[in-house]
């Protein structure tokens, strides 16, 4: 029995390539397979849904959890809210934060490097430290069970790290269409608007996309400063989710898993869709999830 | 239809399909006239066609955080069916009772309120009815929300509304410890509705004036009650519920010895542990009963003695023995659930449930029995004073209309209507004494000379959430393995800190 | 594109001195802070007074809906917490989470990057799974775990009880004993794959002619993992880590939604927030958000002067 080594290694490099893929796969299953299992909660009926032993693949899908879940008008509603939410905190972060991120990022002047260090510290502040403050505050100026609360409160964490990623992006633009424009007579604000802003689209678009899901995340102001289920965000919605028919007290796993399913499928098509400008943003401004 | 009853309770289930011989006996046993009787039977054969069962589902191991959700009209179920029948008068969901003051609240017609009513259950099913019934007779909207379940997020929920002075909220249920903390946001109703008042218990009546200001209308009366299973008791030779804690421990061990065999998710005695508001009436319970007190008495915290830490030791030593592990996570529909899907020998709850437990799709239905909690040797036996008043926020942009909507729902016609199909324990005793709520409540006899103990509310006022949150996080630390001599020390010191 | 926040090196962009005189130079200041002005209006706004307000308050006895005004009571509030053994209890709970889910999460995030790093088919597909977990937002993926860690109808225990590792249901959320490794687990599913992001932008940037060389040398890939890939990777590492610590001991949503009150169960954000909303003690819920905010400053302080990072801005 003689084995050529040039076989031998063959065979050992078949092997750990085998193992590279068990691994692979074991990390895939690990990362996709509680996705998997709302999936399937969300399909099955209620029979299914409580029967032991568990049943791994369902035999008769149906969608009467969903459409339960969507006929609410209060689950319809949070999701209105969180996408009106959402969507002004990103719209303003980006408008106010492309404004700051380019002083900071293509002046330079006394004083730049303190507000550096402010926003940067604000990234990695923690939003529970201020919350005796804002509930005083929204209390004070009516702001209590309103949206507004939740815009005004969520650009403590989607402004400082809107600014900050974008201060990044428009340091490395090049000078030069910058300084043509100076000469041919823009104003600064223009060179900003008509120049510099369609550069920097990209990054608008990282940033904007990481800002909303920031806020279309967020629980803890939510849950402080709202309280009436018309108010609700979709976070608070899964929250409190309760039973939407029968006469049962349990909690209707099926269908909220069918909820978790209808909120998270766009976040995760969206993340899909742009998950190389989401890395990179990601790993430049290091934003938690 | 809903089928989710699992496997190992189909056993029960058989066992306890009720056949028309039963509810006859049962019937005759509660003393109703014939015309009764074939509105139960004919119920009970809609009920075997149809079942809407509620599984009887071991609860999650977590706290059960299901709140305000309204269902939208469509998909409200129309409810258990049960149809009550006496000589005079049918008592059915369908059919709540005419608005008598429908001529005085008219001329309030066109104004939209916003009631927190029930958040779960019959309760909530009663207040889309009789919302839906004052709506059309008076033309007044009532935008009926489920309160919070949780007693400690409904609290913190009025509180900030109140704090901003929110017209988002016109008439609300508020828990019997809330009128001393919420005054300031209340509207005086001794003005309005001080003839019908008279008519309540005095003292509920006393705890709802504050400063000689009447906040809330009485609604519906609750206390702490022992429930068992009378089949289990008789099977393993026990001839009355039990007199006092150890009794309880002793005859809960026994049968669950006994039981565990067929049902290893048999449990013998489950209560409310979880570190909630519920947690602090059961732990009331056990000290008052025991020699231990009453937390706070006469401004001076008393939790810490030798009694209270014996009884909490005790207690501590069911988890996992004659409760199950996951007690410590329990509020009242997960306790009601274990017990009412066979699985509890003993269940400490509200009269609420009696008429879920004895209800027709009921597994448990002919085995409940009900009696005073146990009590230690020497004490009396007593029951955690709870329920509910209807009050009327001062933020209201309608409070004349919200007046009339209550005084709608606290009257005595609606009060005998919710005692007779939903088992809520009237404020009035006339209503009390009415042939017909005694039939839904036999309990409310032999309840009669147990102690009714309240909770620090008065001492405490606007604080009072914080002094109970104090008290179940101490004792849900001792449910879970502390001892309570190391924990209770801690406790005090912290409610030193409120009390001044 | 891939560079770590707080390694960043570049210095800012070159003054346009050659078209601007000293005095443009002022008047280009000028400029920049107009720019500046609403960024520092909204950050005054929503985090500067709100800061302020929350340290003045947890010095004082404020609380909201009292008809009264606060009262200064000085270190009252800080004493009061120095004893309180249910702050103690929720600063352990949490750093105990924090160092098992910073731990896990880097070992397993450094694996997941060294897999993904190298060339294989369908390794874009990988890196998209990757992204599933962060996406979902926390409250949601509690409950989709609450579900699965479901005592009777959970898929954990019917899969354990399959392999054979437990024979009897476990209420994983419920034993005192179970509960942080369950919410642990939570938390490393949803984060690992943004360490391994992190870590494999870092990794990407590592010149391959260094491995080249390296195997030149002899030396094997263990030798070549621990005297080129980790120092390499330092700066990424440091930035990963941090950054999870700091999450990790703010955490509030996934305790909150499994937990609720429970008191041997709640985290120092959970703590504070039940005092201020619920309780409106905001005195002393302020009290506590402080001493957060210190004990995070601890932990900064000691990666600094272990890890000896560089903030550059």
Not at chain 2, 408 to 424: C, D, H, I, K, N
Request: proline share 6%; glycine share 6%.
């Amino acid at each position: 029995m003689k084995l050529g080594s040039a076989q031998r290694k063959d065979t050992r490099r078949r092997l750990s390539r085998v193992l590279f893929y068990v691994v692979l796969a074991v990390i895939a299953i690990y990362l996709v397979f509680p996705f998997y299992w709302a999936i399937r909660s969300a399909i099955v009926p209620d029979a299914v849904q409580f029967a032991t032993p568990v049943v791994y693949w369902p035999e008769n899908p149906s969608l009467e959890n969903f459409r339960q879940v969507l006929a609410t008008g209060q689950f319809r509603r949070a999701l209105l809210n969180s996408a009106i939410v959402a969507g002004t905190v990103t719209l303003l972060s980006l408008a106010v934060g492309a404004m700051g991120a380019y002083a900071l990022g293509r002046f330079r002047f006394r004083g730049s490097t303190p507000v550096r260090y402010i926003i940067l510290s604000m990234t990695m502040f923690p939003s529970i430290s201020v919350l005796g403050g804002l509930y005083t505050l929204i209390t004070q100026f009516g702001l209590y069970n309103k949206l507004g609360a939740l815009v005004y409160s969520y650009l403590i964490f989607t402004l400082p790290f809107t600014v900050w990623v974008l201060m990044t992006f428009f340091r490395q633009l090049p000078r030069d269409l910058e300084e043509a424009a100076y000469v041919d007579g823009a104003s600064p604000f223009q060179t900003f608007w008509r120049i510099m802003l369609p550069l920097s689209a990209p990054g608008l678009v990282t940033t904007g996309l990481l800002a909303f899901i920031a806020a279309w995340n967020e629980f803890l102001y939510a849950l402080s400063f709202t309280q009436t289920p018309d108010k609700r965000t979709i976070t608070l919605a899964i929250f409190y989710f309760s039973p939407q028919t029968g006469g049962g007290f349990e909690i209707p796993w099926g269908q909220m898993m069918a909820a978790t399913v209808i909120v998270t499928l766009p976040l995760i098509v969206l993340t899909l869709i742009f998950q190389r400008r989401i890395i990179a943003g990601l790993t430049a401004g290091a934003v938690k999830g | 239809m809903r089928d989710m009853r699992p496997d190992r309770l189909a056993p029960d289930l058989l066992a306890v399909r009720f056949s028309r011989r039963q509810v006859l006996r049962r019937a005759a046993a509660l003393g109703l006239s014939v015309p009764a009787l074939s509105a139960l039977l004919a119920a009970c054969a809609g009920e075997e066609a149809t079942p809407t069962q509620a599984p009887a589902v071991q609860p999650t191991a977590t706290p059960t955080e299901a709140a305000a959700e309204t269902p939208t009209a469509a998909e409200t179920p129309a409810g258990t069916p049960t149809v009550i029948t006496t000589p005079e008068t049918t008592y059915s969901m369908d059919n709540p009772p005419e608005v008598f003051n429908a001529d005085q609240a008219s001329q309030y017609s066109g104004a939209t309120l916003t009631y927190y009513g029930d958040s779960v259950g019959i309760g909530a099913e009663m207040d889309q009815a009789l919302a839906g019934a004052f709506s059309e007779a008076t033309g007044i909207t009532i935008n009926v929300v489920p309160k919070p379940e949780s007693a400690t997020e409904n609290y913190a929920a009025y509180q900030r509304f109140f704090s901003a002075q929110s017209p988002d909220v016109d008439v609300m249920m508020i828990d019997v410890i809330w009128p001393g903390a919420f005054a300031p946001h209340l509207v005086d109703l001794s003005q309005a509705l001080g003839e019908e008042a008279k008519a309540h218990y005095e003292t509920i009546i006393e705890n709802n004036t504050v400063d000689g200001k009447l906040v809330g209308m009485p609604w519906f009366g609750d206390f702490g009650m022992l429930y068992y299973r009378t089949d289990l008791l008789e099977k393993y030779g026990f001839s009355n519920p039990p007199e006092t804690w150890d009794e309880l421990e002793e005859m809960a061990q026994t049968i669950l010895e006994g039981e565990r065999g067929a049902n290893p998710n048999f449990a013998g005695f489950v209560f409310q542990g979880n570190a909630y508001e519920g947690l602090t009436c059961n732990a009331l319970e056990w000290l008052a009963s025991s020699g231990g007190g009453r937390f706070i008495e006469n401004g001076q915290v008393t939790i810490n003695n030798p009694q209270a830490v014996e009884m909490l030791n005790k207690v501590r030593g069911w988890v996992g023995t004659i409760a199950p592990q996951g007690v410590t996570t329990y509020q009242e529909e997960d306790s009601r659930q274990v017990f009412q899907g066979g699985n509890a020998a003993f269940l400490r709850n509200w009269p609420y449930v009696y008429s879920l437990a004895t209800g027709e799709d009921s597994p448990v239905r002919d085995m409940v029995g009900v009696a005073p909690l146990p009590a230690q040797p020497g004490n009396p036996h007593v029951g955690t004073v709870g329920g509910w008043q209807l009050a009327v926020s001062m933020y209201s942009r309608a409070p004349e209309a919200a007046i009339e909507f209550v005084r709608y729902m606290t009257s005595p016609e609606v009060q005998t209507w919710r005692a007779v199909l939903g088992s809520f324990v009237p404020t009035i005793p006339d209503v009390a004494s009415r042939p017909e709520v005694l039939q839904a409540m036999p309990f409310l006899e032999p309840m009669e000379a147990v102690e009714r103990v309240t909770r620090p509310s008065r001492e405490t006022g606007e604080r009072y959430n914080e002094v109970s949150t104090i008290v179940f996080q101490g004792v849900n630390q001792i449910l879970t393995g502390q001892d309570a001599a190391q924990v209770l020390p801690g406790v005090a010191q912290r409610l030193q800190r409120i009390v001044g | 594109m891939s560079r770590p926040a707080i390694a960043e090196p570049r210095r800012a962009a070159l003054p346009l001195r050659r078209w601007r005189t000293m005095t443009l130079a002022e008047r280009q200041a000028w400029l920049a802070w107009l720019f500046l002005l609403p960024a520092l209006l909204v950050v005054i706004a929503v985090a500067m007074i709100p800061l302020a307000q929350t340290l003045y308050f947890s010095f004082t006895d404020k609380r909201l809906g009292a008809l009264e005004p606060e009262q200064w009571v000085g270190l009252e509030n800080y004493r009061f917490l120095l004893s309180d053994s249910l702050w103690w209890t929720a600063v352990k709970v949490t750093v105990q989470f924090t160092v098992i889910t910073v731990a896990l999460e880097f070992l397993l995030g450094l694996l997941i990057a060294l897999v993904v790093n190298s060339r294989f088919p369908g390794r874009g597909p990988m890196r998209a799974a990757m992204l599933v977990p962060w996406a979902i937002p926390t409250v949601l993926s509690a409950q989709m775990w609450k579900w699965m860690y479901n005592d009777i109808f959970g898929v954990i225990n019917d899969l354990l009880k399959r392999v054979g590792l437990i024979e009897q249901n476990i209420a994983w959320l419920a034993r005192p004993d179970t509960s942080l490794i369950a919410v642990a687990s939570i938390d490393i599913w949803k984060t690992t794959p943004f360490v391994a992001l992190l870590l494999l932008a870092g990794l990407q940037v590592i010149p391959d002619e260094l491995y080249e060389a390296a195997t030149v040398d002899g030396a094997n890939r263990i030798r070549q993992f621990f005297t080129i890939t980790l120092p390499l990777l330092r700066p990424a590492i440091v930035v990963a880590l941090i950054f999870r610590t700091l999450d990790a001991l703010r955490v509030f949503d996934v305790f909150y939604v499994l937990f609720g009150a429970r008191p041997d169960m709640q985290t120092m954000a959970v703590y504070a927030q039940n005092y201020i909303v619920a309780f409106s003690d905001v005195g002393y819920g302020s009290a506590i958000s402080v001493a957060i905010f210190l004990v995070i400053a601890i932990f900064v302080v000691a990666y600094v002067t272990t890890l000896k990072v560089e903030v550059q801005t």
